[in-house]
């Protein structure tokens, strides 16, 4: 595993014998009780040079270094969430000073729309798999239909990825309306799409409803607001490069994979791709290796994912800073892409 290189070159966790042709590393049993101990330490965000002189301390007599450097990074913890239950404070009471401008109210006024059936297929195909599951941000449990300007945008976002697709719609031509339809009915939507030339989507009430022919679903959409999606897609031009999309999902299947070294930030630790454009300009999975500030980690669940939405045998990767999300875009629609939150790596 990549994490067990990481600490023996850091002389944290060193084996005690390396095969020198396969590079297999080899501990002895006595390390076992270090190495779960290691484990724990990091999970509670201890920082490696305190793990270092921990451990130190675990193996000698050095009892009084041990519980000091526990009892000091306890205290760090205890000020840490103190100070963020202070800003948390402070950022409910600017949310209740604003109220509620995320997003348009649902109008009381009948709004229709005419959207080409593939357009609105393609859309739907396109967002459905950011879309977050997670019961405790229900503004999150849905796909946002946002109508402006003749156009309707489709929004998705679990938080660790956001996508974002683009249809044609006529039929609208007042202010900018926002909705938030439920995956049950958007898939139910989804189903009466297949074989259709045209689709027409109908607001009342804050019910949406969806005709195809002599077909139609219809459903109450969610009633919360969904974060400005605007702002979270205006990002630093990044470095763009075209990859073949069969041949580059063969690769991050088969390529190098970081197991369990990065962490989303709800502590759910996760498979990694890490990604670098060429001098070539051609997108990498990068072989384990030292950290290069032009590699970007990534969920190589969510990329995979990103790849198959993305439904083009060929399309754009932007890669900008490791802090900055990846961009998944189609060539022929710069209104319809993906992005993917970077994952930090283990220090």
């Known amino acids: 595993m990549s994490a067990l290189r990481f600490y023996d070159r850091a002389g944290v966790l060193v084996p005690a014998w390396v095969d020198p042709v396969t590079g297999y590393r080899w501990y002895e049993a006595a390390q076992l009780d270090e190495a779960r101990l290691l ?12 793990v270092r002189l921990v451990l130190a301390g675990w193996s000698g007599a050095d009892t ?10 306890l205290r760090r ?62 503004m999150l449990g849905g796909i946002l239909f946002d109508v402006e300007d003749g156009a309707l945008r489709l929004v ?37 799409l297949s074989g259709e030339q045209h689709a027409r989507l109908v607001l009342e009430d804050g019910r949406m409803t969806l005709e ?44 190098p994979v970081r197991q369990g070294e990065g962490r989303e930030p709800d502590g759910v630790s996760c498979d990694l791709s890490v990604l670098k454009v060429t001098a070539e300009n ?11 500030p032009d590699q970007v980690a990534v969920n190589r669940e969510f990329l ?6 993305g439904a083009r045998d060929r ?3 932007e890669l900008g800073t490791s802090t900055t999300p990846l961009v998944i875009r189609r060539p022929d629609s710069e209104e319809t892409f993906s992005l993917l939150m970077p994952v930090r790596l283990e220090d």
């Open 77 to 138: 913890l205890e000020q840490g969430l103190s100070d963020a239950r202070g800003e948390f404070s402070t950022v409910r009471t600017l949310l209740e000073d604003r109220g509620r401008p995320m997003t348009t109210p649902l109008r009381t006024a009948v709004i229709r729309l005419d959207v080409p059936a593939t357009e609105l297929g393609a859309a739907l195909d396109a967002v459905r798999f950011a879309a977050s599951t997670d019961p405790e941000l229900p």
């Open 156 to 192: 998705t976002t679990d938080r660790y990825r956001m996508a974002v697709a683009h249809a044609t719609a006529t039929g609208h031509d007042g202010s900018r309306t926002q909705v938030i339809v439920p995956l049950p009915l958007a898939d139910a939507m989804r189903a009466l």
């Open 282 to 292: 051609t997108v990498v999975v990068c072989e384990d290796g030292a950290t290069d």
């Open 39 to 50: 484990a724990r330490l990091r999970r509670a965000g201890m920082p490696l040079p305190d």
């Open 64 to 73: 009084d270094l041990v519980r000091e450097l526990l009892r000091a990074h």
């Open 315 to 317: 399309l754009n990767v």
């Open 212 to 255: 195809t022919g002599d077909r139609r679903t219809t459903g109450q959409c969610l009633d919360h607001d969904f974060p400005d999606y605007r702002r979270l897609v205006r990002l630093p031009a990044g470095r763009r490069a075209p990859v073949d999309v069969p041949a580059f999902r063969e690769a991050v299947l088969t390529g």
């Open 304 to 309: 995979l994912d990103a790849l198959a939405a």
